[in-house]
């Protein structure tokens, strides 16, 4: 079955240390997005890409890189940079950014990250 | 710019009951409404979409929600709500407008089913 893979479920990093969450998806999708969770706040977009090679920042990306080299895989990297990175991240995608309004997105899992 | 207000943040029903969670948008033109749900540590699964035709959608796990114009409004709802519904509730707008539209998401309403 197709969907989005989202790893590790759980992360634990140490404060100022970079950490990187993978997302992975077989949905044959063109865009893939990055939100942060926390509660009480919804979801606030951290970066979203439109196709390989290419992604923009969202409301909240101070703090955080992305890379798209492959059409299946957008990887998240929180670095140091970030003031409060303890948070539940979310993956998406959906099959193009101007068909996102169309179809909504599909979600991963999520990774909750906890920094100590 | 397009915005969306779920006005109430916790709510607890009883087994059994009926239910409506409320979403409120704001978009000038006729947007494209969507209900996700979360349940605890897990991603959203979408419920139900509208974007055209008739104003009362069916969505998975019984659920529905109507489209009212006038009101700005696309709440949910279920006549008979179960145990397993509890989770956190989320309304989404998206805006058709070119090359970078987005989903915009409510702040989320969470259910509690009482036995």
């Known amino acids: 079955d197709g969907g989005i893979t989202q790893s590790p479920k759980y992360l634990f990093r140490k404060e100022g240390q970079n950490v990187t969450l993978s997302c992975e998806q077989n949905l044959n999708h063109d865009a893939m997005y990055w939100y942060r969770q926390d509660p009480g706040q919804g979801l606030r977009l951290i970066y979203y890409?439109?196709?390989?090679?290419?992604?923009q920042k969202g409301d909240i990306a101070e703090g955080y890189s992305v890379s798209r080299e492959k059409k299946e895989s957008f990887p998240l990297t929180v670095t140091s940079a970030q003031k409060n990175p303890t948070a539940f991240y979310l993956c998406?995608?959906?099959?193009?950014?101007?068909?996102?309004?169309?179809?909504?997105?599909?979600f991963g899992s999520g990774t909750r990250l906890t920094v100590v | 710019a397009q915005s969306v207000t779920q006005p109430d943040i916790h709510i607890t029903v009883s087994e059994g009951a009926s239910l409506e969670l409320r979403c409120n948008y704001s978009?000038?033109?006729?947007?494209?409404l969507f209900w996700y749900v979360q349940s605890p540590g897990q991603g959203l699964q979408l419920l139900l979409k509208y974007f055209s035709g008739d104003t009362l959608v069916q969505g998975i796990k019984g659920f529905e929600a109507e489209f009212k114009r006038s009101q700005s409004s696309f709440n949910l709802r279920k006549p008979s709500v179960h145990w397993s519904d509890a989770a956190e509730y989320f309304c989404a707008v998206g805006a058709d407008g070119g090359a970078t539209n987005k989903l915009i998401f409510g702040t989320g309403t969470l259910l509690a089913v009482q036995p």
């Open positions: 890409s439109q196709i390989v090679n290419d992604f």
């Open positions: 978009y000038g033109a006729t947007p494209y």
């Open positions: 998406a995608s959906s099959i193009a950014v101007y068909r996102a309004v169309n179809y909504g997105y599909t």
